[in-house]
């Protein structure tokens, strides 16, 4: 389910010395797998470094867009304080029911809520539980320009926003892809995230990139 399943020596030693998966985490990619949800999940780096983030910043509420299997939920979510909430949203039923089945069995449903239905369709509703903490995108790219406005809308001062696949595999720099509405949706995405006023942002050079941004 994780898209980085080749790593050099040292990258295999970090993963080894900080960021395998317990025994909850390989279960869920395992079946995952066996239920035919997409090979598109985030690594275990970088849902280390989404914990890590919640802790750090002391996120109490997180929108997820695009929730796939769980697995990205389930690192943010076991971070998250007595109280705490992440709202997922998700387009498809069969994930989102995947998804809820893996944090009934880790303990995390009460912390989760996931809404079904195209992301630009539920974010409308998602404004009474706005400002969020942080705000982590990871859904169809030619949509992240649009996902980022929402996200503005609905952060404070000190919100972290995140968006992967930044690097897209090459594709954002390859000539012969940049009509591709995927990769002219992630070339906006990243322009106005290293622009806006603001925002303060890097990409972190995890497998596929991860951008960061923190709201001024």
């Known amino acids: 389910m994780s898209k980085l399943t080749e790593t050099n020596p040292y990258q295999q030693f970090l993963r080894d010395l900080f960021h395998s998966d317990d025994d909850d985490l390989a279960r869920l990619q395992t079946e995952a797998e066996s239920e035919g949800i997409p090979n598109m999940s985030i690594g275990p780096e970088q849902g280390k470094f989404l914990q890590v983030l919640v802790q750090l910043t002391g996120a109490k509420k997180v929108l997820e867009i695009g929730v796939l299997g769980g697995y990205s939920g389930s690192w943010i979510a076991r971070a998250l304080p007595e109280g705490g909430r992440l709202i997922g949203l998700e387009l498809e039923q069969k994930h989102a029911d995947f998804a809820r089945r893996q944090w009934e069995r880790m303990g995390l449903a009460d912390k989760i809520e996931v809404r079904v239905g195209p992301a630009l369709e539920s974010l409308p509703d998602v404004a009474e539980e706005a400002p969020f903490d942080m705000v982590f995108i990871d859904a169809d790219k030619g949509n992240y320009p649009a996902y980022l406005e929402y996200a503005l ?22 000539p012969e892809k940049q009509d591709w509405d995927w990769v002219q949706g992630m070339r906006t995405f990243a322009s106005v995230l290293s622009s806006h006023e603001r925002l303060t942002s890097t990409v972190v050079p995890y497998p596929d990139g991860l951008a960061m941004a923190v709201v001024k």
């Open 153 to 174: 809308q609905y952060s404070r001062p000190g919100t972290v926003i995140l968006g992967d696949n930044v690097e897209m595999w090459g594709s954002l720099v390859d």
